[in-house]
């Protein structure tokens, strides 16, 4: 069964750098498509960026410009890196995975948990 | 604010079908797939409906989906008190190259 936990700080000052890593196991993180979405009582659900393991992803516009994502193969990890943060980044942030492999059409299957970002001084 | 427009509540009594509606536009809904989630109380979102009707193993047959147009709707039969959740349409945006969502439709079973 494929398990996806995010870590990171809870807590980030405005204007410093957002750093979440996601953990999957129970599964290879080869052959699937990764994405980073977040979640508030405002905005509801927004998708941010997808990865592929070979390096393929694409951004949500209105993030790109300060995201930064990586994979690390040998520890089954993806991670996100948002700069110059404001207090509108506060969210819950999960990591999820499409159902297909191979294909991304915004059909996700495994989710983590989700981790709460507060920005705030 | 959001992509796409869901109604911010919904309710229905038990046995009951509700539905639920999710309007968008040609450049998603019109030109994509839907897929639908369910979001219980400090859970992660679960898929529940996906490529507009089709659901993912374990998901009751109560649940169905559909497609007309630049809308879709998840219905809801039988209607059980676990079924009180929020629940979000997506779909994939062409210009965006990625999902959008729905705002969340609060389900309550009185």
């Known amino acids: 069964q494929v398990q996806l936990q995010e870590s990171g700080p809870g807590l980030v000052k405005p204007s410093e750098t957002l750093s979440l890593t996601c953990t999957v196991s129970g599964g290879s993180i080869s052959d699937y498509y990764w994405s980073w979405i977040r979640q508030t009582p405002g905005k509801g659900l927004e998708w941010i960026t997808y990865?592929?393991?070979?390096?393929?992803?694409n951004y949500n516009p209105s993030l790109k410009s300060r995201l930064t994502i990586s994979v690390d193969m040998s520890k089954n990890q993806f991670s996100l890196k948002l700069s110059s943060v404001t207090p509108a980044d506060t969210a819950v942030y999960h990591c999820?995975?499409?159902?297909?492999?191979?294909?991304?059409?915004?059909?996700?299957?495994?989710w983590g948990q989700g981790t709460l970002v507060t920005v705030s001084s | 604010q959001s992509v796409l427009t869901q109604p911010p509540s919904a309710s229905g009594t038990p046995g009951q079908r509700v539905t639920i509606s999710c309007s968008g536009s040609t450049s998603n809904i019109g030109s994509n797939t839907v897929n639908w989630y369910q979001q219980l109380p400090g859970t992660a979102p679960k898929l529940l409906i996906y490529?507009?009707?089709r659901r993912p193993p374990g998901v009751p047959d109560r649940f169905s989906g559909s497609k007309s147009g630049t809308s879709a709707s998840l219905a809801i039969s039988g209607l059980q008190s676990e079924d009180e959740a929020d629940y979000y349409c997506a779909a994939w945006h062409d210009s965006l190259n990625g999902p959008v969502f729905g705002g969340g439709t609060k389900l309550t079973v009185l």
């Open positions: 490529s507009n009707s």
């Open positions: 990865m592929y393991y070979n390096g393929g992803t």
């Open positions: 999820a995975r499409e159902m297909t492999d191979g294909y991304t059409n915004g059909e996700f299957d495994h």
